[in-house]
């Protein structure tokens, strides 16, 4: 981590239908009335820029290399004027994915090859990484089922199964590579379950 003065790196990721969104916004008012200022962003998007890309990415066919290329944009422009900006405030940024999704995306989910992200990930990110990533874990079956109940799907979210499968396995992989940073909730149980366990995996930080 680069940032400055008291700020704080939160991510959030999961396959789709994870149910990660319903917990952020609990997330900020918690931080909020614990003293810090909160800043809650997603990816792609997050900016201006950011979201018209968002907008080609979830409808818009386009190769692999497209889509990874893509989304590093608009982390760049997010890092630049979002991200980096608030954390030098002294922020608590939590942001709706970051680069663990693209890894788990199109590495593991389209199959582009791993070094081309890693070269990616440090041209665009220079070394920041979050302080700490909670990473919703659920089969895939139950997000699908919650997927289909909820709304209109994106491109991604209308993927096979085992395009999906992919994905969680990469975010698994991820895991295991960061265990420090990355810390998993099981999602598949009540609301106050998952919210005790992302207290637990914020608690070091939260002091």
């Known amino acids: 981590m680069t940032a400055v003065n008291s700020g704080r790196f939160i991510t959030v990721e999961g396959i789709d239908g994870a149910g990660k969104s319903s917990h952020i916004e609990w997330l900020r008012e918690y ?3 614990a003293g810090h200022a909160v800043v809650v962003t997603r990816e792609p998007g997050g900016t201006p820029l950011g979201e018209s890309l968002r907008t080609l990415l979830l409808n818009e066919p386009m190769s692999p290399e497209t889509e990874m290329m893509l989304m590093f944009a608009a982390r760049a422009e997010h890092l630049s004027s979002v991200i980096r900006p608030a954390l030098e405030m002294g922020a608590w940024v939590i942001s709706d994915r970051f680069s663990d999704a693209t890894y788990a995306y199109q590495v593991g989910g389209r199959g582009v090859p791993e070094q081309k992200f890693s070269a990616l990930e440090s041209w665009v990110q220079e070394g920041l990484q979050p302080d700490r990533t909670l990473l919703f874990d659920v089969s895939v079956a139950t997000a699908q089922a919650r ?5 209109i799907l ?3 979210e209308r993927e096979a199964s085992d395009f999906h499968q992919r994905v969680r396995d990469a975010y698994h992989q991820r895991a295991t590579q960061y265990p420090e940073r990355i810390r998993l909730v099981a999602s598949d149980v009540p609301m106050d379950d998952v919210r005790a366990q992302i207290l637990i995996a914020l608690s070091d930080l939260l002091g």
């Open 31 to 33: 931080l909020t009335a």
């Open 154 to 156: 994106d491109r991604f």
């Open 147 to 151: 997927l289909h109940d909820t709304r």
